[in-house]
Structure formats: C-alpha cells, structure tokens
C-alpha cells in the first residue's frame, strides 16, 4: 500500500526541487516539484508521493488530511503522532 502525504514547500531550488515539510514536523524532505502543472510557490502545500509533488491543495485540505492521519496514527499505535 502506498500513501500521499500533504506537504508544505519551504524552499524551491533549480531543477525543479523543493524543500517541503509535513505538518509542524521539523524533518524537511526534499521533493520533485516537475510533476506540477504550474510553477509552486513557497508557501503553497502539495500532495507528495514517493519523492514527487503531484498536486496543488489548500491550506485546509492539507490540515484536513493531516488531522485524519495524525488520528489514524494514534488509533494504530496508541500515541499521538508528531507531524
């Protein structure tokens, strides 16, 4: 099984990179932004899937999602989540 995950862009660097966040995690990931049918922007928040940004969401999509699997997370392991 394989899971998209929302992400924040913090940076955005040549060659169609970025640096992206989950949640309030202070664990950056680095992502392919190519796959992006516009240019992001810093700030923007993306679907991320195995290292690529698949697709542009809003600020509260992305904090819906998030919440659904911080739950999901703490109903699997007894223990509130950390992103």
Same mark, same amino acid.
């Given at each position: 099984?394989?899971?998209?995950?929302?992400?924040?862009?913090?940076?955005?660097?040549?060659?169609? =990179?970025?640096?992206?966040?989950?949640?309030? /995690?202070?664990?950056? @990931?680095?992502?392919?932004?190519?796959? +992006?049918?516009?240019? #992001?922007?810093?700030?923007?928040?993306?679907?991320?899937?195995?290292?690529?940004?698949?697709?542009? =969401?809003?600020?509260?999509?992305?904090?819906? /999602?998030?919440?659904? @699997?911080?739950?999901?997370?703490?109903? +699997?392991?007894?223990? #509130?989540?950390?992103?």
């Amino acid at each position: 099984m394989c899971l998209a995950i929302p992400a924040r862009i913090e940076e955005l660097h040549g060659e169609g =990179m970025a640096r992206v966040r989950v949640g309030e /995690s202070q664990t950056f @990931l680095t992502a392919s932004v190519m796959l +992006l049918p516009e240019e #992001p922007n810093v700030g923007d928040y993306v679907i991320v899937h195995a290292g690529f940004a698949l697709h542009v =969401m809003t600020p509260q999509e992305a904090e819906d /999602s998030l919440s659904a @699997l911080r739950e999901l997370a703490q109903a +699997l392991e007894g223990t #509130p989540a950390n992103f």
